[in-house]
T-cell receptor, first 117, second 114 residues
Framework: GAGVSQTPSNKVTEKGKYVELRCDPI?????LYWYRQSLGQGPEFLIY????????DSGLPNDRFFAVRPEGSVSTLKIQRTERGDSAVYLC???????????????FGPGTRLTVL | QKEVEQDPGPLSVPEGAIVSLNCTYS??????FMWYRQYSRKGPELLMY????GNKEDGRFTAQVDKSSKYISLFIRDSQPSDSATYLC??????????????FGTGTRLTIIP
């Protein structure tokens, strides 16, 4: 596609439920990122994939959060036993991922707005 | 203390004014400095990046970095109502910021008044 797409655009769930958020990166981009943006805050890094593997998952807040990218393109962020504090906009970004390209840009999707009641 | 500090505003200025947006940082490892613009209910989009101290100009926008003071700025000349958005500074501790997590400031909400 022309840009990064994310589905759903909005998700309302109840405390304790399981949710999946999907990201479709720009075609051909090997690097994919998940960030979380709480109200009035800047995006906070969650996890970074290079291809199918998680190169850096240091931002995942706890073991309720998990992300996969089984074929190196689409990624799914999974949140178990959701809590009200998980409410935020979850942003996905992708970049070409080419090593040595110092000006490689991260392109962001519009985000999924998650509300946990 | 956060690694990147940014005044959240809000900031309102009349059309045509010069806007100054700033961030400070504490991590000396940061090497690349970026400014993103985020419209309401949209994802951030990259405006400018720079990696050396000094100024970089792109049209009405000028990015300034002072590594000795750990201070970066974005100046917008001849501001337009379409510039109304949240401006986020972001930093990367690598020379290859397409392959590294970004650390963002809080964002400054800017409104240009016609």
């Amino acid at each position: 596609g022309a840009g990064v797409s994310q589905t759903p655009s909005n998700k309302v769930t109840e405390k304790g439920k399981y949710v999946e958020l999907r990201c479709d990166p720009i075609s051909g981009h090997t690097a994919l990122y998940w960030y979380r943006q709480s109200l009035g805050q800047g995006p906070e890094f969650l996890i970074y994939f290079q291809g199918t593997g998680a190169a850096d998952d240091s931002g995942l807040p706890n073991d309720r959060f998990f992300a996969v990218r089984p074929e190196g393109s689409v990624s799914t962020l999974k949140i178990q036993r959701t809590e009200r504090g998980d409410s935020a906009v979850y942003l996905c970004a992708s970049s070409s991922g080419l090593a040595g390209i110092s000006t490689d840009t991260q392109y962001f999707g519009p985000g999924t707005r998650l509300t946990v009641l | 203390q956060k690694e990147v500090e940014q005044d959240p505003g809000p900031l309102s200025v009349p059309e045509g004014a010069i806007v100054s947006l700033n961030c400070t940082y504490s991590n000396s490892a940061f090497q690349y400095f970026m400014w993103y613009r985020q419209y309401s209910r949209k994802g951030p989009e990259l405006l400018m990046y720079t990696y050396s101290s000094g100024n970089k100009e792109d049209g009405r926008f000028t990015a300034q970095v002072d590594k000795s003071s750990k201070y970066i700025s974005l100046f917008i000349r001849d501001s337009q109502p379409s510039d109304s958005a949240t401006y986020l500074c972001a930093m990367s501790a690598t020379t290859n910021f397409g392959n590294e997590k970004l650390t963002f400031g809080t964002g400054t909400r800017l409104t240009i008044i016609p």
